[in-house]
């Protein structure tokens, strides 16, 4: 199976500060997309990365706090910018193959907190 | 939007008994449904799917059943064992060509007793 990798696993930042998550797979993907997951809590859909053209956001988040990139098949970053406490949350790309049928994978999630 | 409701939050059994975890749903259009297993500080885990032309799908000691006309799915665990002990979502998308966006029930933690 294929390797997704998410970097930094974890982070403490300070209030007003942006952080940038990195994920990375070992093979081409249909899909990308980011979640959140605050402590204790389920997983919330962020938005969904598209291959060279804007991310499309969720209800209830913009693209001025979670800037995306997504520059190929491989490859997506999540900014969390302007960072507050509420923000402290684990980050989990996930990933869509034609080949597996769509099913969604995750990454190894980046575990944030912000004083 | 899709609202998925899983009950119950906490569950408690002994090893060797069944589990039981319900999910609900609310559009009819969904038509694909994955049970994730998080272990603590882990990434969420497939453990199995169904779609919604299939009624129930078995691996193993885990059994998935779909009532698609009372919009309704549950995960049974037969034979608990207490590596079986961990936080399950469920989750319920509409698969459309090339993607399927999921939404997440609020999770039951298992807890599998000695």
């Known amino acids: 199976s294929a390797v997704i990798s998410q970097k930094p696993s974890r982070d403490i930042c300070q209030r007003g500060t942006s952080l940038t998550i990195q994920c990375q797979v070992d093979s081409q993907v249909t899909m990308m997309f980011w979640y959140r997951q605050q402590p204790g809590q389920s997983l919330t859909l962020i938005a969904t990365?598209?291959?060279?053209?804007?991310?499309?956001?969720e209800s209830g988040f913009v693209i001025d706090k979670f800037p995306i990139s997504r520059p190929n098949l491989t490859f997506s970053t999540l900014t969390v910018s302007n960072m507050s406490p509420e923000d402290s949350s684990i980050y989990l790309c996930?990933?869509?193959?034609?080949?597996?049928?769509?099913?969604?994978?995750f990454g190894s999630g980046t575990q944030l907190s912000v004083l | 939007g899709e609202n998925v409701e899983q009950h119950p939050s906490t569950l408690s059994v002994q090893e060797g008994d069944s589990a039981v975890i319900k999910c609900t749903y609310s559009?009819?259009?969904?038509?694909?449904f994955p049970w994730y297993k998080q272990e603590l500080g882990k990434r969420p885990q497939l453990i199995i799917d169904i779609r919604s032309n299939v009624g129930e799908k078995k691996d193993q000691r885990i059994a998935v059943t779909l009532n698609k006309t009372a919009k309704h799915f549950s995960l049974h665990i037969t034979e608990t064992q207490p590596e079986d002990s961990a936080v399950y979502f469920c989750a319920a998308s509409i698969f459309v060509g090339t993607a399927s966006k999921l939404t997440f029930g609020t999770g039951t933690r298992l807890q599998v007793t000695l």
């Open positions: 996930s990933v869509a193959w034609v080949s597996a049928n769509e099913k969604l994978f």
């Open positions: 559009d009819s259009a969904s038509n694909y």
């Open positions: 990365a598209n291959q060279g053209s804007e991310a499309t956001y």
